[in-house]
């Protein structure tokens, strides 16, 4: 999330057959039955690994930035279809297993491995393809966000995404989604027309507006709480260029806040904007404007003009040279973030951030205000999706990121005690995907009146609550 740093996923006793493996499970978690294991094995198009296995650390690790650190499931399958992902999920059942599902790793909780589980890890289900003739992309749900724009892209078409292309398409979209383009083109959400989802039972249902709506409903913003989605159909927009980039400068950061704070106001359907706070008074804001190239001009003078800039890289580019590149992010492993809903930007958190960007000793930590919900997202219907928009509420994240593998107390312990002071002056209701807590109660601030629904299709689909490794929807 860091702008700055853009350079910036049988049960029955038989421990000796665990032991014979040379992995010993915690004790809670039931014993494995070879022969159940091989017969899972055999009947699977991907792959599967027991922790012996010489790739079982590496395939566990992932490449994404979730803390994954002393989880170990039981056995990962890495599914190549939505069957696979139905015999796991039987299987896991019968054998009495929690379930951990996988699409980019980038749970800031680490919720979606699981301990002494079955992980579903989707890295093998990364297609994708684009039908251009009628505006639409199909992707694999384990496939990063960023490959569906990066095919779009050679046809002048884009995905309504969020704005770091290494985040998992799963994990982005089932949350709701909100990048670059919301303003313009709604949330992800909003642009998911059709998905295929295997349920707890291990059915394949296809979702769509007329296909199992209520599922639909539910797996726009109800996370991975009904099933494991296993492919999405978007609807791509026109997006030729953009006017882009990042301009920053060094300034009093609450001044400018309350200037940024007016002009995000003011935010025209086709700017969408990401500030970064960077200690020592200096603000860096990157801008995506998807409209026409003079208007844009005119929009971003304000801003541009706010103070003689430190650096200006704002200019006409194709808008896949302003997205990240999926494979971009440098810091798989390396990256604690905790993030919540700010609000408005006003008097009651600004001296609260710009105290807090401030006193980061240098190289720790940056906070960011990541989003601005506006336009078309919030022009949508309260009760077409369980996601909520709320008209100029600000996301934040504060975040910090190093390289090799000592993870640095110190800086995690900023975001900690950062997050913990923004929070104090935050809104209690949080875009699901930036919740950075598990607990019911945050879990249903986050839903507010949805909640109730949710919980009843849960109890549909879901009954015992299989799908558990994520912000869970209690039955
Ligand atoms: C660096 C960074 C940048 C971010 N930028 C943005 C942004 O610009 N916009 C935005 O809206 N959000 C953003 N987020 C938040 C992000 O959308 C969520 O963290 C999201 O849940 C991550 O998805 P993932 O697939 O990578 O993660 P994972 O850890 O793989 O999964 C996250 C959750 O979704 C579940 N899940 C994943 N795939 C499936 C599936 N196919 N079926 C069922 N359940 C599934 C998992 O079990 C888990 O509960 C960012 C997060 C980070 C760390």
């Known amino acids: 999330m860091n702008v700055s740093r853009r350079k910036v996923l049988a049960t029955a006793s038989a421990a000796p057959f665990i032991a014979s493996f040379g992995y010993h499970a915690a004790a809670a978690a039931p014993a494995l039955k070879k022969a159940a294991v091989e017969k899972l094995r055999s009947s699977l198009q991907g792959r599967l690994y027991l922790p012996e296995s010489a790739d079982y650390p590496r395939i566990n690790r992932g490449d994404g930035v979730a803390p994954v650190d002393g989880k170990h499931p039981a056995l990962i399958v890495q599914p190549m279809n939505a069957q696979d992902i139905s015999r796991a999920i039987i299987f896991a059942r019968e054998a009495g297993l929690p379930i ?22 989707l890295a093998l289900m990364n297609g994708v393809e684009i039908f251009a003739t009628n505006g639409t992309g199909h992707i694999q749900t384990g496939a990063r966000s960023g490959v569906l724009n990066a095919a779009a892209q050679k046809h002048d078409l884009a995905a309504a995404l969020g704005m770091m292309g290494h985040v998992g398409i799963g994990g982005v979209t089932l949350g709701g989604g909100i990048g670059w383009l919301c303003g313009r083109d709604g949330a992800t959400v909003d642009n998911l027309l059709a998905a295929e989802v295997v349920t707890a039972d291990g059915k394949v249902l296809t979702t769509s507006a007329e296909e199992n709506p209520d599922l639909f409903w539910a797996i726009r913003g109800g996370g991975g709480n009904f099933g494991v989605a296993s492919n999405f159909t978007f609807r791509l927009r026109k997006v030729g260029t953009v006017l882009g980039g990042t301009v920053a400068f060094k300034t009093d950061a609450a001044k400018f806040m309350r200037f940024f704070g007016d002009y995000l106001k003011a935010s025209p359907d086709h700017l969408d904007t990401a500030l970064i706070l960077v200690p020592g008074g200096r603000v860096a804001v990157r801008v995506c404007w998807s409209g026409d190239v003079e208007e844009g001009e005119r929009i971003l003078r304000p801003l541009r003009n706010y103070a003689t800039p430190l650096a200006d890289a704002i200019k006409v580019m194709p808008y896949e040279g302003f997205i990240e590149a999926p494979t971009a992010a440098p810091m798989y492993g ?22 807090l960007a401030d006193s980061a000793p240098e190289g720790v930590g940056t906070i960011g205000l990541m989003h601005y919900m506006h336009g078309a997202m919030c022009r949508v219907d309260q009760n077409a999706t369980p996601f909520i928009r709320q008209e100029g509420n600000i996301l ?72 558990r490794g994520n912000r869970n929807i209690r039955v």
């Not at 599902?101 to 491995?113: C, E, I, W």
């Open 396 to 467: 934040y994240a504060a975040t910090t990121s190093w390289e090799g593998p000592v993870h640095p107390e110190d800086k995690k312990t900023w975001v900690q005690k950062t997050y913990e002071e923004i929070r104090k002056v935050a809104r209690a209701q949080t875009y699901i995907n930036y919740l950075s807590e598990d607990d019911e109660k945050w879990v249903r601030n986050a839903y507010g009146p949805h909640y109730a629904k949710l919980q009843k299709l849960k109890r549909t689909y879901d009954p015992t609550n299989v799908f």
């Open 100 to 121: 951990g599902v996988r699409s980019g790793g980038h749970d800031a909780l680490g919720a979606s491995t699981t301990v002494d589980g079955l992980q579903i890890d």
């Open 334 to 355: 390396n990256h604690h973030t905790r993030s919540g809903a700010l609000g408005l930007l006003n008097d009651k958190v600004i001296p609260t951030l710009a105290r």
